[in-house]
Nanobody, 125 residues
Framework: VQLQASGGGLVQAGDSLRLSCAAS????????MGWFRQAPGKERESVAA????????YYADSVKGRFTISRDNVKNTVYLQMNSLKPDDTAVYYC???????????????????WGQGTLVTVSS
């Protein structure tokens, strides 16, 4: 699976942004998908994840109620809708694919076998 993330940019606090991650391959619909981020000087953290069917979603506490992960298995794309952005959301955002269907819960980042190249989101105050 090859992943291509896009949609990052410079926005102001309170604005919205939607990230997209396009996947290659015919087996996209069998993979759990996740979004991660890494801010300068900080460790990578999980932001959101979605099961293979889209029926289960998981969020970090820091983004609950503001971010929404979704997927379109026809278009082989996963999205991250980010609303009410804060300066603390500034980071490089990565999408990733795991062979786990994520039906019963999220998995650690080391269980994600495929990673996109990252897209930078900068939120100014």
């Amino acid at each position: 699976v090859q992943l291509q993330a896009s949609g990052g940019g410079l926005v102001q606090a309170g604005d919205s942004l939607r990230l997209s991650c396009a996947a290659s391959g015919r087996t996209f619909s069998s993979y759990g998908m996740g979004w991660f981020r890494q801010a300068p000087g900080k460790e990578r953290e999980s932001v959101a994840a979605i099961s293979y069917s889209g029926g289960r979603t998981y969020y970090a506490d820091s983004v609950k109620g503001r971010f929404t992960i979704s997927r379109d298995n026809v278009k082989n794309t996963v999205y991250l809708q980010m609303n009410s952005l804060k300066p603390d959301d500034t980071a490089v955002y990565y999408c990733a694919a795991t062979r786990s269907p994520l039906t019963y819960g999220p998995v650690a980042d080391y269980d994600y076998a495929y990673w996109g190249q990252g897209t930078l989101v900068t939120v100014s105050s």
